[in-house]
């Protein structure tokens, strides 16, 4: 039991490392791409300190899967179960990721004060009155798709 516990939790570990090298890259990307680029060190202590807590939670995610199957007869209750299970899990989750504290990064979490204000495009059912940025081409502003 505890060979295949330690098989199981090595492949949630893996698979959730990759998702958290993937899910630090589209966060990278995407604060750059929004003028506010956060670091790598940044966003790989937060990805990999969540995928490490998810990945500890693996093994009993899996056990619960093989014990409380859909059964034709017991559909009902495997299905109580997996929504009481998955509500726990998600609320431990959160927990113990909002009360980690990351070690080696200086001020990568600080609470930011400052308030981001824009002008918001007024509502229309006219396709011309969305504005269209990186061109100055008329023809492209009429339509976009082309």
């Known amino acids: 039991m505890l060979k295949r516990w330690g098989r199981i939790w090595f492949v949630g570990l893996v698979l959730w490392t990759l998702l958290a090298f993937l899910s630090a890259a589209g966060a990278h990307v995407y604060t750059a791409s929004m003028g506010t680029p956060i670091s790598w060190a940044q966003l790989l202590a937060w990805n990999i300190t969540s995928s490490l807590i998810w990945s500890l939670l693996t093994p009993l995610v899996y056990e ?57 495009t007024p509502l229309s059912d006219d396709p011309k009155s969305i504005p269209v940025y990186g061109t100055d081409n008329p023809r492209q502003k009429d339509f976009p798709e082309t």
């Open 64 to 120: 619960l899967s093989l014990r409380y199957t859909f059964d034709r007869s017991r559909w009902r209750l495997s299905l109580l179960i997996h929504i009481a299970a998955s509500v726990l899990l998600a609320m431990v989750g959160a927990i113990v990721i909002a009360r980690r504290r990351v070690v080696g990064v200086e001020g990568a979490f600080e609470p930011v004060s400052e308030t981001i204000t824009a002008t918001m």
